[in-house]
T-cell receptor
Framework: EAGVAQSPRYKIIEKRQSVAFWCNPI?????LYWYQQILGQGPKLLIQ????????DSQLPKDRFSAERLKGVDSTLKIQPAKLEDSAVYLC?????????????FGSGTRLTVV | AQTVTQSQPEMSVQEAETVTLSCTYD???????LFWYKQPPSRQMILVIR??????QNATENRFSVNFQKAAKSFSLKISDSQLGDAAMYFC???????????FGQGTRLTINP
């Protein structure tokens, strides 16, 4: 089966600019996650979708970050305006559903550098 | 809130030898899942092994095994017969049974010396 697809792979922007990341989960996976991984740290959950509804966005900086999953399939994560501290790898992952006891399938991430 | 701690930022081992990566966690829950993920330079997180807290038997996947000590809240990963392809960042992660969010540790960078 195809994996979790993410694009772009790399992005460099200046502070105060906006940026968007795209994720296409594994076909049939109802749950989609966006994680932020700052260099030298473990990933931190930003937002979790179940189909097209938000399950957990408690750690999403809502003043600058937004995410959507309009048709319950692919998703976009946007940052506007970007700050230097947003430099990180943004990982997307998906799982079959809320009841799964297994881990997720992760994409290869987008490395964002804010200068 | 649950926390996961990996106290070894870096580890190195000779090829074909055995290495153990440490992980401790803090939780008030009795039923949960624990995972070890491998992150190579490609950045994709790859599941190495999982453990269900209600199972006393330690999980094993080929050369990878865990030492799960529930009372001590410890979950270490042992890699036997280390191979060059094992070199990567390794993350320990916790998941509540009633939630989907994974809580990760800070990671351990594993180097394999030929």
């Amino acid at each position: 089966e195809a994996g979790v697809a993410q694009s772009p792979r790399y992005k460099i922007i200046e502070k105060r600019q906006s940026v968007a990341f795209w994720c296409n989960p594994i076909s049939g996976h109802a749950t989609l996650y966006w994680y932020q991984q700052i260099l030298g740290q473990g990933p931190k959950l930003l937002i979790q979708f179940q189909n097209n509804g938000v399950v957990d966005d408690s750690q999403l900086p809502k003043d600058r970050f937004s995410a959507e999953r309009l048709k319950g399939v692919d998703s976009t994560l946007k940052i506007q305006p970007a700050k230097l501290e947003d430099s990180a790898v943004y990982l997307c992952a998906s799982s079959q559903g809320l009841s799964t006891s297994y881990g997720y399938t992760f994409g290869s991430g987008t490395r964002l550098t804010v200068v | 809130a649950q926390t996961v701690t990996q106290s070894q930022p870096e580890m190195s081992v000779q090829e074909a030898e055995t290495v153990t990566l440490s992980c401790t966690y803090d939780t008030s829950e009795s039923d949960y899942y624990l995972f070890w993920y491998k992150q190579p330079p490609s950045r994709q997180m790859i599941l190495v092994i999982r453990q269900e807290a209600y199972k006393q038997q330690n999980a094993t996947e080929n050369r990878f095994s865990v030492n799960f000590q529930k009372a001590a809240k410890s979950f270490s990963l042992k890699i036997s017969d280390s191979q060059l392809g094992d070199a990567a960042m390794y993350f320990c992660a916790y998941r509540s049974k009633g939630a989907q969010k994974l809580v990760f540790g800070q990671g351990t960078r594993l180097t394999i010396n030929p």
